[in-house]
């Protein structure tokens, strides 16, 4: 009994008690009218229809709001919520196209869009969803690929989401959408896959320091082409070099002129021929 079928029923029961202090004949009609109230008055809230059945055969759906039903000939058949609802359902060692065993968990999110047919056109709609799910699951694992699974979730969702509401719709069931929570493989071939994507990225880093090895050499030998003309360019480049490897010591060190042009014997050479000679 709802709250204001309660009120009511209390009200006239007063009324009936307070009139039959003078007459037992008066309580009478009272009592009947609150056991009347009590049976015929019915309330759903802003989220709830009633499916009402009248003599076995549908009534009316009704809701939300107070409403009346006739006593013995209405009966209130099944009370639908048509909020958002959530199920959480799995697949255990489902093995994927290439015959991969892999265990999935999800969960779909649902609402009921048809009172009438979620309680005329099925036992249990509830959970009809769960094995629906369950069985669209499974489906969806067995024609996928293990990588085309782990690496395109969304696709995924999207798939069962539509598999799933097909198959719900003429329940009056509408499936807004279906999200993969966790797809778990055996270690073994997690261990594998490791070594795997490891490998490949050692590949992909020895063929780019391959690349840059090749663009280095192509600017070395641009480099000693210029150095080859113009000498005085590599005895720069030769003192940068030392200065570049003495100044993180912190200390001051003597070089030989000897040893600079060592690094340069092109320009020493030019240098001896071009100075004067002792007199003798």
């Known amino acids: 009994m709802n709250p204001i079928s309660t009120f009511l029923v209390v009200v006239l029961l007063v009324v009936g008690a307070a009139f039959g202090a003078f007459s037992p004949f008066i309580v009478a009609p009272f009592l009947l009218a609150a056991f009347y109230v009590a049976l015929s008055l019915q309330m759903a809230n802003a989220w709830q229809k009633f499916v009402v059945l009248r003599a076995g055969k549908l009534q009316a759906v009704k809701g939300p709001g107070l409403f009346w039903i006739i006593p013995i000939l209405d009966r209130v058949a099944m009370v639908i919520d048509e909020r958002i609802q959530t199920t ?74 539509d598999a799933i509401g097909e ?22 071939l997690q261990d594998a896959m490791s070594r795997q994507a490891q490998a490949e990225r050692e590949k992909e880093a020895r063929v780019i320091l391959g690349s840059a090895e090749v663009a280095i050499a192509g600017q070395f030998v641009e480099a000693a082409k210029l150095y080859e003309d113009h000498p005085e360019a590599l005895q720069l480049r030769a003192m940068n070099i030392i200065y570049e490897t003495t100044k993180e010591r912190g200390a001051t060190i003597l070089i030989p002129s000897a040893m600079v042009d060592s690094m340069n014997p092109a320009a020493a050479i030019a240098r001896a021929f071009t100075a004067p000679k002792a007199e003798g």
């Not at 099925?122 to 067995?142: C, P, S």
């Not at 719900?168 to 270690?187: F, N, Q």
């Open 167 to 188: 198959k719900t719709s003429v329940w009056g069931v509408t499936v807004s959408s279906v999200e993969l929570r966790d797809v778990a493989i055996p270690e073994a």
């Open 88 to 161: 959480a359902f799995n697949a255990e060692q489902a093995l994927t196209r290439d015959t991969v065993p892999v265990n999935v968990d999800a969960i779909i999110f649902w609402r009921v869009h048809d009172a009438e047919s979620a309680a005329l056109k099925i036992t249990d709609y509830r959970m009809a969803i769960d094995r629906v799910a369950q069985t669209t699951l499974r489906e969806m694992i067995g024609s996928s690929l293990l990588s085309a699974l782990l690496s395109d979730l969304k696709s995924a969702d999207e798939r069962l989401r």
